[in-house]
């Protein structure tokens, strides 16, 4: 059964820490693995890869891709307490989009 | 602006009563989605629609019906055969050769 792993569940961390969240999957005919930011009501994309090895980057935020070994991450540098979100990953295959349960982060100042 | 609309925002079910909440699009993207959230978990796909008149079951479809008569509206149907129906409700929309979803702000629905 195709399905999304994400790891940890919840974090807490203080301003300024770095961060690293984790996806992995099992889903055949991959497409692209996205990674969106939810704070209250719906997601907000964030990134999309579609191939193995290359870092997409947007401020304080990267992710990476790795195909081989079928996982991806996210870091997130200098948090700040408007980071404070759940983080969902999701795997793109055929017409579909499945979700991880995500993972919630709180950061403290 | 472009972008979807969900409506209403919070809905309250009674026992045995059907409901139906709204997506419309003004984005003229092909594919529409309707997707349920439970606390602690994440995204799950009830029915999704890549083109109008036609639309697939997804993974926990039981329960609840759809339709796509028009290119811009993607309805959902709550019946009284759900049993748990209390969630957060998104629908989302994506062209062919845009992978990235918009999604809708979201229904949250309650059982009275």
């Known amino acids: 059964e195709d399905k999304v792993v994400q790891s940890p569940l919840s974090l807490v961390v203080h301003e300024g820490d770095t961060v690293t969240l984790n996806c992995s999957y099992e889903?055949?005919?991959?497409?692209?693995l996205l990674w969106y930011k939810q704070e209250k009501k719906a997601p907000t994309f964030l990134f999309m890869l579609t191939s193995s090895g290359i870092e997409k980057k947007s401020g304080r935020l990267s992710s990476i891709l790795d195909k081989k070994e079928l996982f991806s991450i996210l870091n997130i540098t200098a948090t700040q307490t408007g980071d404070s979100a759940v983080y969902l990953c999701a795997m793109e295959y055929g017409n579909k989009l499945v979700f991880g349960a995500g993972t919630i982060l709180r950061v403290k100042s | 602006d472009g972008g979807i609309t969900q409506s209403p925002k919070y809905l309250f079910r009674k026992e045995g009563q059907n409901v139906t909440l709204s997506c419309e699009q003004n984005?003229?993207?092909?594919?529409m989605y309707w997707y349920r959230q439970d606390p602690g978990q994440g995204l799950r796909l009830i029915y999704y629609?890549?083109?109008?008149?036609?639309?697939q079951k997804g993974d926990i479809a039981e329960g609840y019906s759809v339709s796509r008569e028009k290119k811009e509206s993607f309805p959902l149907t709550v019946t009284s055969a759900q049993k748990n129906p209390t969630a957060f409700y998104l629908c989302?929309?994506?062209?062919?050769?845009?992978?990235?979803?918009?999604f809708g702000s979201g229904t949250q629905l309650s059982v009275l």
């Open positions: 989302a929309s994506h062209t062919d050769s845009n992978e990235k979803l918009f």
């Open positions: 984005l003229n993207h092909d594919a």
């Open positions: 629609s890549q083109i109008v008149n036609d639309f």
């Open positions: 889903v055949t005919n991959f497409r692209s």
